[in-house]
């Protein structure tokens, strides 16, 4: 039978007296006035007709029923009371695991180079980072945040930019340029070793999207001819590094190749900005603490590659 508010409350109240021993002691730890305490207890012994308390003007005792109910209260209250405090130190101080759904691409972009300086500012956290390259309801698995390209999320999602906004970019080495020329447009690509990258989730070839750079915005969408593929970005990467051909990649993956020279980037004009990696969580309200930390984090990195890429 489920007990009433009411005598939930005489219960709580009476461990505190018990407990202290001391009707004036209790009252001041409940900031409550000893005559309520009074009160409450004589309620909660004529509800259970029996005597919980022996008390005069100067002592009091547990009775034989009262010891036997306070040694099966005292437990269950204790056991509440670290549950409530520990409630409380999620929001004073983040801890816990945090699991997190990321492609590929953006775990090794945005989260594993800065892990251990994220792990390290925030000790008592725990990071597990779910790879899937096809779109997750983090709610329906259980996640606590998910990286994703674009905004275009579930309405009750909470969507943050944690990029600033990114381009495709089309890479071949200096050694593939020279053996094979520089495409001037898109449909130069004809004449060209295109290398693909297949999704892992929906098994689809990445099709190359261009805008032309004219007043016009005409859209050129190309399915990549070449004598390779790969669901992997590194592997695809490397193809291009020892000039097996061209790939398609996000402008921030390849920025350090591009500063030394390693690979170039072609047709840049064709290639407009898009919104870029955006952190998403279930919902603002009552927020986890370790939920917030993380989303400062990755926006105080997304300044970062602002700067560096301005």
Same mark, same amino acid.
């Given at each position: ?8 409350? +005489? ?12 009707? %004036? ?44 109910? =306070?040694?099966?209260?005292?437990? +269950? ?19 816990? =695991? ?8 953006? +775990? ?95 098994? %689809? ?9 004219? %007043? ?45 020279? %390693? ?48």
């Amino acid at each position: 039978m489920p007990i009433e508010p009411s005598l939930a409350s +005489a219960l709580t109240w009476f461990a505190h007296i018990a407990r202290h021993c001391s009707f %004036t002691k209790a009252a001041t730890e409940m900031e409550v006035t000893r005559a309520a305490l009074s009160q409450h207890l004589k309620a909660l012994e004529q509800h259970l007709n029996v005597r919980l308390l022996n008390r005069t003007t100067r002592d009091m005792s547990l009775t034989e029923e009262g010891q036997r109910l =306070l040694d099966v209260l005292q437990p +269950a209250l204790s056991a509440i009371e670290r549950a409530v405090a520990e409630l409380g130190e999620t929001h004073a101080e983040p801890s816990g =695991l945090i699991r997190m759904n990321s492609s590929r691409i953006a +775990a090794r972009l945005l989260v594993e180079p800065h892990m251990a300086t994220f792990l390290a500012r925030y000790p008592k956290l725990r990071l597990e980072l779910v790879m899937d390259d096809g779109f997750s309801n983090i709610v329906a698995d259980g996640l606590d945040a998910g990286i994703r390209l674009g905004e275009s999320l579930d309405e009750h999602m909470v969507a943050v930019p944690i990029t600033p906004p990114l381009e495709m970019a089309i890479v071949g080495s200096p050694g593939y340029f020279k053996h094979h020329g520089v495409p001037q447009t898109p449909a130069d690509l004809m004449q060209h070793n295109c290398l693909a990258y297949r999704f892992t989730s929906s098994g %689809t070839i990445d099709r190359w999207s261009f805008t032309s750079p004219d %007043t016009e915005k005409r859209t050129v969408v190309l399915d990549p001819k070449g004598n390779a593929v790969f669901n992997d970005d590194d592997s695809m990467l490397r193809a291009a590094l020892q000039g097996v051909g061209l790939v398609q990649h996000i402008n921030l993956c390849v920025r350090q190749h591009l500063a030394e020279g %390693t690979l170039v980037r072609v047709l840049a004009p064709w290639c407009p900005p898009f919104p870029g990696f955006y952190l998403y969580v279930p919902s603002r309200a009552q927020m986890p603490a370790k939920t917030r930390v993380l989303m400062d984090f990755l926006i105080e990195r997304r300044e970062q590659l602002a700067r560096a890429t301005a």
